[in-house]
């Protein structure tokens, strides 16, 4: 058995614990019990097991006497696979410290803030609810968030989310939405000797490869944030044989769409910038609005200080934000070092998050 989490400790000592617990997507069972474990030790937490999914709520054992608000803290305790770089390391001293291995980033920085400040705020201005959950590195199928978010929607009910990826300790809010369509154009073969006698349905590809070259991306403002679109052909496929004049060629595109358009808006743009072409929407998840007009989002800002981002992937916050909550990226750690080799978190950016949430959630401490 691994020594208990010592959610009272070091933020840092806590999240170097947190890397040791190997949990690659899939064998989260011992982080998950020991994160369980670690939880119900506290009074002022309500703690549910749901599968290596794991929910803490304050304000549930005030015979109902709860706050008006309640505000959503989620973040993944899966990894993608090791890469040599477990157990943790630190390089750096002081202020300069870093801590290094597989998780640092993405986004063990984050469940360690999480939980060091579930255990410390026993009395939240407004109600948290806690979660951590499974299987956010592999398939949509097996996303924890995603089958609580089915089965026990009540669980994750609230104003406004905060999910604790890497964000270089700012807030990014939202998400874009994204959308994957393919362009279907057809010809007819023929011997490239008598090329007459077809028609070129690479040829025809010259038209779509056009318009997607001249297309200006709108940028489009969601709620205080500007989000830049793109339209780009990300494939393209077709041809049979060096002397075959080419019958089908098939272009994917994908549309990378601001948060105020839902995925029939995103469908109707693009068939509108592709149209007299046969266009096939193959897959879409639509995006978050950042939600920052939200009272609870307000004062999170002023708590966390400097000027929020928009987020431009698509990351979980829409699963929150499609069930009507409004929800933002807020985590320690530089997003472009999520699943690198050399995968780092800055122990100040842990810090600084935690602080961020305690000022949040506890101004009087
Ligand atoms: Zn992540």
Known sequence: MPEP????GDVVDLLRALIDLESVSGDEAVI???????????GHLQVIRDGNVVVARTGMRRGGA?????????GHIDTVPIAGNVPSWVSGAGPETIVWGRGACDMKGGVAVQLSVAAAVAEPVRDVTWV?????EVEESRNGLARIAR?????????????CEPSNAGIEGGCQG??????ELRGVAAHSARAWKGHNAIHDAAVVLGRLAAYEPAQVEVDGLTYREGLNAVKITGGIAGNVIPDRCTIEVNYRFAPNKDAAQAEAHVREVLA?????????AVGARPGLDQPAAAEFLAAVGGEPAPKFGWTDVARFSAMGVPAVNFGPGDPMKAHADDEFCPAADVYRCREALLRWLAPAT
Do not use: C, K
């Open 151 to 163: 089965e026990h929607p009540d669980y994750l009910a609230g104003s406004f989310a905060v999910l």
């Open 66 to 74: 709860g706050r008006v608000d309640r505000v959503v803290i989620a």
């Open 276 to 284: 007299g072409f046969t266009v096939e929407v193959t897959d879409v």
């Open 178 to 183: 994204t959308m994957r369509a393919e362009v």
């Open 32 to 42: 998950a019990d020991q994160i369980e474990g670690a939880l119900r030790r506290y």
């Open 5 to 8: 989490l010592d959610l009272d």
């Open 132 to 136: 951590f959950y499974d299987n956010e």
